[in-house]
């Protein structure tokens, strides 16, 4: 099918085209002609002297008439045109009759003034423009007709949405934009006859921003798209403003419905996709699959190279959180969870569900900075710094600081925001190896919450001997350990002293007396003497390895029978 003819309703100048017949002329408000031309209305011979204006009607008098209702006919004009009407024609004995005023009002207004005889038959000109202007609405009704039918029929061929933009865009002239139901841009499509200085913005403007679409002197004629009565999309065409008729609005209506069953199908097949994606992930970090090499194929079917040593991350909203979190702010979060992981690991694997994501992060391109010699403990340590970028990215674009690994969280964090934190497994260098990672990960976010908080990073590689201690929580050895261990010194420090934070300091610095007396502030010699005193009471000196060894586990485990 052509393009249909930019003449898709009547203008004034079909109408006077049609008058021609009657010795119409125009006089005045040339620059209105292209004005579409909806109806005709006579002037009746009381006031109002017009009465159903709805904008677009052909408004027919006589002179005579209207000075027996003691108007003038410049008035009338600008009265007219503040309603609307499209055009003006006047029976009268000569075109000289109307006067300079009138003419001069209708240039002015741009309004289209008609010089018809007296004796015109004002009755049947009604009739005629009428029937003139229904024609055209019926040629207009088979067009959109007939490109809703070709729309239908390349659907069905699979051309997808963006086919039936391209294909809409053609015959209308016009730009052809999808957009989801938050407004978002999905398909943009300009007309095959675009010129490049009228070609549409790049960033669109808020679908209810027609002010900024006048700026750039377009118009919107916009559907909702509905799939069992929900909006899921909106259909627009936009053009400029004296190209928009009847014709777009009713096309608009019959293509909504097309576009709603190609929403229906890619959600679909989007639900088909994910779930495929789903099962293969949960396949691989749980182990699930005979032959590595089998599940490696598979995995490239999909899109992702599971050959290069890859870490299991978890990303999981804080469990008393989660159910009260409304819905749409915890898919938010989970979808720009997503973004910013592939935004920094562009070939990652991510799954995506409302309370907790879960991420496979290849390793190679971290290897960039240090060449393939750099040793696992060097990959970690940029994992976790690019990780902790992520981290604050989300943590920004969802309007709340919390923790990251060795910070304090802000008090000011609103409860509607969502709080989560993060588990990290260690490196897999092959297949094989991430049934593990994805364990390390999961155990890295169960400890790292109960010892040190929502809101951080927790890399089971730097839990070091907590992963140890935490299985053993709540048992009664820990416990009886903890209270032999340490039991003078608490009861010493019960009755306001300080040795248990001495002696941390002191293992802290790695027992360097200097630096030690230096991070409390305090002369060596009263470090010395504190030094000795733990050792008087414990009974043992302090270079006895055993010992050491034993401190440090029980202030590891006082930390975490502590309140957190």
Same mark, same amino acid.
């Given at each position: 099918?052509?393009?249909?003819?930019?003449?898709?309703?009547?203008?004034?100048?079909?109408?006077?085209?049609?008058?021609?017949?009657?010795?119409?002329?125009?006089?005045?408000?040339?620059?209105?002609?292209?004005?579409?031309?909806?109806?005709?209305?006579?002037?009746?011979?009381?006031?109002?002297?017009?009465?159903?204006?709805?904008?677009?009607?052909?408004?027919?008098?006589?002179?005579?008439?209207?000075?027996?209702?003691?108007?003038?006919?410049?008035?009338?004009?600008?009265?007219?045109?503040?309603? $609307?009407?499209?055009?003006?024609?006047?029976?009268?004995?000569?075109?000289?009759?109307?006067?300079?005023?009138?003419?001069?009002?209708?240039?002015?207004?741009?309004?289209?003034?008609?010089?018809?005889?007296?004796?015109?038959?004002?009755?049947?000109?009604?009739?005629?423009?009428?029937?003139?202007?229904?024609?055209?609405?019926?040629?207009?009704?088979?067009?959109?007709?007939?490109?809703?039918?070709?729309?239908?029929?390349?659907?069905?061929?699979?051309?997808?949405?963006?086919?039936?933009?391209?294909?809409?865009?053609?015959?209308?002239?016009?730009?052809?934009?999808?957009?989801?139901?938050?407004?978002?841009?999905?398909?943009?499509?300009?007309? &095959?006859?675009?010129?490049?200085?009228?070609?549409?913005?790049?960033?669109?403007? &808020?679908?209810?921003?027609?002010?900024?679409?006048?700026?750039?002197?377009?118009?919107?004629?916009?559907?909702?798209?509905?799939?069992?009565?929900?909006?899921?999309?909106?259909?627009?065409?936009?053009?400029?403003?004296?190209?928009?008729?009847?014709?777009?609005?009713?096309?608009?209506?019959?293509?909504?419905?097309?576009?709603?069953?190609?929403?229906?199908?890619?959600?679909?097949?989007?639900?088909?996709?994910?779930?495929?994606?789903?099962?293969?992930?949960?396949?691989?970090?749980?182990?699930?699959?005979?032959?590595?090499?089998?599940?490696?194929?598979?995995?490239?079917?999909?899109?992702?190279?599971?050959?290069?040593?890859?870490?299991?991350?978890?990303?999981?909203?804080?469990?008393?959180?989660?159910? &009260?979190?409304?819905?749409?702010?915890?898919?938010?979060?989970?979808?720009?969870?997503?973004?910013?992981?592939?935004?920094?690991?562009?070939?990652?694997?991510?799954?995506?569900?409302?309370?907790?994501?879960?991420?496979?992060? &290849?390793?190679?391109?971290?290897?960039?900075?240090?060449?393939?010699?750099?040793?696992?403990?060097?990959?970690?340590?940029?994992?976790?710094?690019?990780?902790?970028?992520?981290?604050?990215?989300?943590?920004?674009?969802?309007?709340?600081?919390?923790?990251?690994?060795?910070?304090?969280?802000?008090?000011?964090?609103?409860?509607?925001?969502?709080?989560?934190?993060?588990?990290?497994?260690?490196?897999?260098?092959?297949?094989?190896?991430?049934?593990?990672?994805?364990?390390?990960?999961?155990?890295?976010?169960?400890?790292?919450?109960?010892?040190?908080?929502?809101?951080?990073?927790?890399?089971?590689?730097?839990?070091?001997?907590?992963?140890?201690?935490?299985?053993?929580?709540?048992?009664?050895?820990?416990?009886?350990?903890?209270?032999?261990?340490?039991?003078?010194?608490?009861?010493?420090?019960?009755?306001?002293?300080?040795?248990?934070?001495?002696?941390?300091?002191?293992?802290?610095?790695? $027992?360097?007396?200097?630096?030690?007396?230096?991070?409390?502030?305090?002369?060596?010699?009263?470090?010395?003497?504190?030094?000795?005193?733990?050792?008087?009471?414990?009974?043992?000196?302090?270079?006895?390895?055993?010992?050491?060894?034993?401190?440090?586990?029980?202030?590891?485990?006082?930390?975490?029978?502590?309140?957190?």
């Amino acid at each position: 099918m052509t393009s249909p003819s930019p003449a898709s309703a009547a203008t004034v100048r079909n109408v006077l085209t049609l008058l021609a017949s009657r010795d119409a002329q125009l006089v005045a408000g040339a620059e209105g002609l292209e004005r579409r031309v909806t109806w005709a209305l006579r002037m009746r011979a009381r006031l109002p002297a017009f009465e159903s204006i709805r904008g677009g009607e052909l408004a027919l008098l006589s002179l005579t008439q209207l000075r027996r209702l003691d108007e003038t006919l410049p008035h009338l004009l600008q009265t007219l045109h503040r309603e $609307g009407i499209a055009a003006v024609a006047v029976a009268a004995p000569s075109i000289e009759a109307l006067g300079p005023e009138a003419e001069a009002m209708a240039n002015r207004l741009h309004l289209p003034l008609i010089y018809l005889p007296a004796s015109a038959p004002l009755e049947e000109i009604v009739r005629e423009v009428i029937t003139f202007v229904a024609s055209f609405r019926s040629e207009v009704e088979r067009r959109a007709t007939e490109v809703a039918q070709q729309l239908m029929q390349l659907s069905v061929q699979g051309v997808g949405i963006q086919g039936l933009c391209e294909h809409l865009a053609r015959v209308t002239g016009k730009w052809v934009v999808v957009q989801d139901a938050d407004y978002s841009p999905r398909w943009q499509v300009a007309p &095959p006859t675009a010129q490049p200085e009228g070609l549409l913005p790049i960033n669109l403007p &808020p679908l209810q921003d027609e002010d900024a679409l006048r700026q750039e002197g377009l118009a919107r004629v916009v559907v909702p798209i509905l799939i069992r009565h929900e909006i899921v999309g909106y259909l627009s065409l936009i053009g400029r403003e004296q190209t928009f008729d009847y014709q777009e609005r009713l096309l608009l209506g019959q293509v909504s419905p097309i576009l709603a069953l190609e929403f229906v199908r890619e959600r679909e097949r989007s639900e088909v996709e994910s779930r495929y994606q789903l099962e293969a992930f949960f396949d691989v970090v749980q182990g699930n699959y005979q032959q590595p090499e089998e599940m490696q194929a598979r995995a490239r079917l999909l899109g992702h190279d599971l050959t290069p040593p890859q870490v299991v991350v978890v990303f999981e909203l804080s469990p008393q959180q989660a159910a &009260p979190l409304a819905g749409t702010i915890a898919a938010g979060w989970s979808r720009r969870v997503r973004e910013e992981l592939l935004r920094s690991w562009p070939s990652a694997w991510v799954v995506a569900e409302q309370h907790r994501v879960t991420a496979l992060l &290849p390793l190679g391109n971290l290897r960039t900075g240090g060449g393939d010699s750099r040793s696992d403990h060097e990959l970690e340590q940029a994992l976790f710094s690019r990780l902790e970028r992520v981290h604050s990215r989300i943590q920004q674009s969802t309007n709340f600081l919390s923790t990251s690994a060795g910070s304090s969280r802000s008090p000011a964090r609103d409860e509607s925001d969502p709080l989560y934190s993060v588990g990290v497994g260690r490196i897999a260098q092959q297949i094989q190896g991430l049934g593990q990672s994805m364990r390390e990960a999961q155990q890295a976010l169960e400890i790292g919450r109960r010892l040190f908080g929502e809101g951080r990073l927790h890399s089971f590689a730097r839990l070091g001997i907590y992963r140890l201690l935490f299985h053993l929580y709540g048992h009664e050895e820990l416990t009886a350990f903890y209270r032999e261990t340490l039991g003078p010194l608490l009861e010493h420090d019960s009755r306001g002293g300080e040795l248990i934070e001495t002696l941390e300091c002191f293992f802290r610095c790695n $027992g360097n007396l200097s630096e030690a007396a230096r991070a409390m502030h305090m002369h060596r010699n009263s470090l010395l003497y504190r030094l000795e005193r733990i050792e008087e009471l414990l009974g043992q000196s302090l270079e006895d390895s055993e010992l050491r060894l034993s401190l440090q586990i029980a202030l590891k485990i006082r930390y975490m029978l502590q309140e957190r």
